[in-house]
């Protein structure tokens, strides 16, 4: 069978990457059940899973680093034109405590005056978006990693909870539905 | 070689008042966690879940026969409507006569991600107006939302219009598209979907982030030199550290009601278009018809007057007010300003009504 076209570098990687941790899952799987039982063996089973979040996590890693660069780009980018401003408005340093504290006045309103104006802008605001989006797959994979150490100790996962989650949360609105229509039978 | 530049010997005087200040605060002052937010005296009158159903007690001898509810925010605790006695909007009404109760929403958990609009407009907030109806044998109530609170109570009264009498919308939440903050651009952005299914619940850190990007020098850097330098001055440390540690008490926001919000109110805009849903049930702001107060800070960086106001004309009532304060969104309901005039002029329209 012949390998998928690779599209870039990154994706090359991934296949690389993918096809050793395989070969090497398959050929390590006969030995490791026989060898050992318990937690050892669930752990050994979905190891698999932890290789292929890690190489995932690098892809997610690279747009990470890509919208915090341009994040700290911006500010940076505010910071000197802020300052600029308040360098053509205040040119000589104070020399007193009057012109101290206009200065710092002056100061603090370029300041906030041009980063509010840079965290109301649409530029802003796409690559923030972007930003957090990025860090919660990062999260999402320190999930999955974390849910397969959990299997391995036979605890439930996220998912596992949040079913339970999801069940309680409608059953208490059934019981609070019952309640109230126990109520207005009561009143009758 | 002589230098020209001569620098003031008050300059050095002050910097070393400053580190003298900062080096005493720890004796002068409380630590933030050692501070107790409770003022004024309440009685827990019902707990449903995580949220608690508080009544003040009276100061007055007589009071207006119908109670008032005040449906706090989302965000933060109620405690900024309490505090300081000189500065409490609740101690402030209960002097005007109202018996008042407030909705404390709580800090809800991992637990609570599947709570949504329709758990805290019918569940939480209909049971405590029920309550109230019952214990004060009122038909019905006077209902204040404030900010997030007045978007879950606008959409109550037009739900359960037969329970309030009054409607007081205190910098409400509601036409997300004309907000102008800060706060509405990074919702407008927010790929909220993709929080909650991996995060939860909408967690404090990412609030904590939203009050960081507004006026960051002002608040982050000139608000601590003024607290140092006024570290002497008792009345204003103990007000500073009240509001500090308020605005350090950030609840997370349960994951399926921060959806409905971040996505019905500033992503689509559905509750001012009238085209919102809150459990299965339609809500027409047409069908507000009970008279209504609409209160809003012209400086307001949280919720801005534009996203305030469309509130005022949207609804069908004819006995309806909007006054405009020139302060900011917690100088409205925590300042002398709020006691010297926002609070008089909402006594005199509810007093009224009541």
Same mark, same amino acid.
């Given at each position: 069978?012949?390998?998928?076209?690779?599209?870039?570098? =990154?994706?090359?990687?991934?296949?690389?990457?993918?096809?050793? /941790?395989?070969? $090497?899952?398959?050929?390590?799987?006969?030995?490791?059940?026989?060898?050992?039982?318990?937690?050892?063996?669930?752990?050994? =089973?979905?190891?698999?899973?932890?290789? /292929?979040?890690?190489?995932? $996590?690098?892809?997610?890693?690279?747009?990470?680093?890509?919208?915090?660069?341009?994040?700290?780009?911006?500010?940076?980018?505010?910071?000197?034109?802020?300052?600029?401003?308040?360098?053509?408005?205040?040119?000589?340093?104070?020399?007193?405590?009057?012109?101290?504290?206009?200065?710092?006045? %002056?100061? $603090?309103?370029?300041?906030?005056?041009?980063?509010?104006?840079?965290?109301?802008?649409?530029?802003?605001?796409?690559?923030?978006?972007?930003?957090? =989006?990025?860090?919660?797959?990062?999260?999402?994979?320190?999930?999955? %990693?974390?849910?397969? %150490?959990?299997?391995?100790?036979?605890?439930?996962?996220?998912?596992? %909870?949040?079913?339970?989650?999801?069940?309680?949360?409608?059953?208490?609105?059934?019981?609070?539905?019952?309640? $109230?229509?126990?109520?207005?039978?009561?009143?009758? | 070689?002589?230098?020209?530049?001569?620098? *003031?010997?008050?300059?050095?005087?002050?910097?070393?008042?400053?580190?003298?200040?900062?080096?005493?605060?720890?004796?002068?002052?409380?630590?933030?966690?050692?501070?107790?937010?409770?003022? +004024?005296?309440?009685?827990?009158?019902?707990?449903?879940?995580?949220?608690?159903?508080?009544?003040?007690?009276?100061?007055?001898?007589?009071?207006?026969? +119908? #109670?008032?509810?005040?449906?706090?925010?989302?965000?933060?605790?109620?405690?900024?409507?309490?505090?300081?006695?000189?500065?409490?909007?609740?101690?402030?009404?209960?002097?005007?006569?109202?018996?008042?109760?407030?909705?404390?929403?709580?800090?809800?958990?991992?637990?609570?991600?599947?709570?949504?609009?329709?758990?805290?407009?019918?569940?939480?907030?209909?049971?405590?107006?029920?309550?109230?109806?019952?214990?004060?044998?009122?038909?019905?109530?006077?209902?204040?939302?404030?900010?997030?609170?007045?978007?879950?109570?606008?959409?109550?009264?037009?739900?359960?219009?037969?329970?309030?009498?009054?409607?007081?919308?205190?910098?409400?939440?509601?036409?997300?598209?004309?907000?102008?903050?800060?706060?509405?651009?990074?919702?407008?952005?927010? *790929?909220?979907?993709?929080?909650?299914?991996?995060?939860?619940?909408?967690?404090?850190?990412?609030?904590?982030?939203?009050?960081?990007?507004?006026?960051?020098?002002?608040?982050?850097?000139?608000?601590?030199?003024?607290?140092?330098?006024?570290?002497?001055?008792?009345?204003?440390?103990?007000?500073?550290?009240?509001?500090?540690?308020?605005?350090?008490?950030?609840?997370?926001?349960?994951?399926?009601?921060?959806?409905?919000?971040?996505?019905?109110?500033?992503? *689509?805009?559905?509750?001012?278009?009238?085209?919102?849903?809150?459990?299965?049930?339609?809500?027409?702001?047409?069908?507000? +018809?009970? #008279?209504?107060?609409?209160?809003?800070?012209?400086?307001?960086?949280?919720?801005?007057?534009?996203?305030?106001?469309?509130?005022?004309?949207?609804?069908?009532?004819?006995?309806? +007010?909007?006054?405009?304060?020139?302060?900011?969104?917690?100088?409205?309901?925590?300042?002398?300003?709020?006691?010297?005039?926002?609070?008089?002029?909402?006594?005199?329209?509810?007093?009224?009504?009541?």
């Amino acid at each position: 069978m012949e390998p998928q076209p690779v599209k870039d570098s =990154s994706d090359y990687y991934k296949h690389l990457s993918l096809f050793w /941790t395989d070969i $090497i899952h398959l050929m390590s799987s006969k030995p490791q059940a026989l060898a050992s039982v318990g937690p050892m063996r669930a752990f050994a =089973s979905n190891a698999k899973k932890i290789s /292929t979040e890690l190489i995932e $996590i690098n892809e997610s890693l690279m747009g990470f680093n890509q919208f915090v660069t341009e994040y700290y780009k911006q500010l940076a980018e505010t910071w000197n034109v802020a300052q600029k401003k308040v360098n053509l408005k205040v040119p000589d340093v104070p020399h007193d405590v009057e012109q101290m504290d206009s200065f710092k006045r %002056i100061w $603090i309103d370029i300041f906030d005056n041009d980063f509010t104006e840079l965290f109301d802008s649409v530029k802003f605001g796409e690559n923030y978006g972007k930003l957090v =989006s990025k860090e919660l797959e990062l999260t999402k994979h320190w999930n999955n %990693i974390s849910n397969v %150490i959990l299997q391995s100790a036979n605890l439930p996962s996220k998912e596992e %909870i949040d079913e339970v989650y999801k069940e309680l949360h409608s059953l208490k609105k059934r019981v609070t539905k019952l309640e $109230i229509e126990l109520k207005k039978v009561n009143k009758k | 070689m002589k230098s020209e530049s001569k620098i *003031d010997p008050k300059i050095l005087e002050e910097i070393l008042k400053f580190s003298r200040n900062v080096m005493d605060a720890p004796k002068l002052v409380s630590a933030p966690d050692e501070i107790n937010m409770e003022v +004024t005296p309440h009685d827990i009158v019902q707990e449903i879940d995580k949220t608690r159903l508080l009544h003040y007690r009276s100061l007055t001898e007589k009071q207006h026969k +119908t #109670p008032l509810l005040i449906s706090y925010a989302l965000i933060n605790r109620y405690h900024i409507l309490d505090i300081q006695p000189e500065k409490s909007w609740v101690r402030n009404l209960l002097l005007q006569g109202f018996d008042v109760y407030m909705l404390d929403w709580g800090s809800p958990t991992s637990m609570d991600k599947y709570l949504d609009f329709d758990d805290y407009v019918n569940g939480y907030l209909d049971s405590s107006v029920e309550f109230i109806k019952n214990e004060s044998s009122s038909e019905k109530i006077s209902l204040q939302g404030y900010c997030t609170g007045a978007t879950i109570a606008t959409a109550y009264i037009t739900l359960h219009p037969e329970s309030v009498k009054n409607y007081v919308a205190t910098a409400p939440v509601i036409d997300g598209w004309r907000d102008t903050t800060v706060i509405s651009n990074l919702a407008k952005h927010m *790929d909220v979907d993709k929080m909650v299914e991996i995060i939860g619940n909408m967690p404090p850190e990412f609030m904590y982030y939203c009050f960081s990007v507004l006026k960051p020098f002002e608040q982050g850097i000139e608000k601590y030199v003024n607290f140092f330098k006024n570290i002497e001055n008792k009345k204003f440390v103990d007000s500073f550290l009240r509001v500090e540690k308020w605005l350090g008490d950030t609840p997370p926001i349960p994951g399926e009601l921060f959806k409905q919000w971040i996505k019905d109110i500033y992503q *689509d805009n559905l509750l001012i278009q009238n085209k919102m849903f809150v459990g299965g049930s339609h809500i027409d702001l047409k069908k507000i +018809t009970m #008279p209504i107060f609409t209160q809003v800070a012209v400086g307001d960086h949280l919720v801005s007057p534009e996203c305030s106001m469309p509130l005022h004309y949207a609804v069908g009532s004819e006995d309806k +007010t909007l006054r405009m304060y020139p302060t900011g969104h917690v100088g409205m309901i925590a300042s002398s300003l709020s006691q010297t005039k926002v609070l008089p002029e909402l006594g005199k329209w509810l007093a009224e009504r009541s």
